[in-house]
């Protein structure tokens, strides 16, 4: 499959949903305590908030003509606690592949290209959270070279 990674334009909006949507789907269903069934998955405006900006960008996988995935990352600080080290990172807010075109290195190309974004603006790592059903992803994540550094836990209080 030919695939080309490029900056995400305003006319991309409706497959970049419809993309991550199938994701939320999964997730939804995983974890219906946690992630809503929505038409619209990103907001036009949150979408919006990714063009022409230095720290942000939207990036898509197009093979013949169609867009077949989409990456969202952000430039970040970290908190400025006396107890942390400053520090600059990327963050990875999607990384998603059309279901019809999984499993075709589209994730991968999409995973190097966020990996290059981060390294031109100065990130000292890139990072991303992803859901323990999700075992996909990890390890999909993990195959990339990707660390867990640590892990949110919860106790459901309502009985």
């Known amino acids: 499959m030919d695939i080309s990674i490029r900056t995400a334009q305003l006319d991309d909006y409706e497959a970049v949903n419809t993309i ?3 994701g939320q789907e999964e997730h939804a269903d995983a974890l219906p305590d946690r992630f809503a069934r929505l038409d619209r998955v990103v907001a036009m405006g949150w979408y919006r908030s990714f063009a022409d900006q230095h720290n942000k960008a939207i990036l898509v996988a197009e093979s013949q003509g169609r867009v077949v995935g989409v990456a969202m990352l952000e430039m970040k600080k970290s908190p ?77 209080l309502s009985l």
């Open 20 to 22: 991550i949507y199938a």
């Open 80 to 156: 400025s606690y006396e107890a942390l080290v400053p520090r600059t990172y990327a963050y990875l807010n999607e990384l998603a592949v059309s279901p019809d075109a999984q499993r075709q290195g589209i994730g991968t190309a999409l995973y190097k290209s966020s990996v290059s974004w981060a390294q031109d603006r100065g990130a000292s790592t890139l990072e991303l959270n992803v859901w323990e059903f999700n075992e996909r992803a990890i390890a999909f994540y993990q195959s990339l070279g990707m660390l867990t550094l640590n892990r949110t836990m919860s106790m459901n």
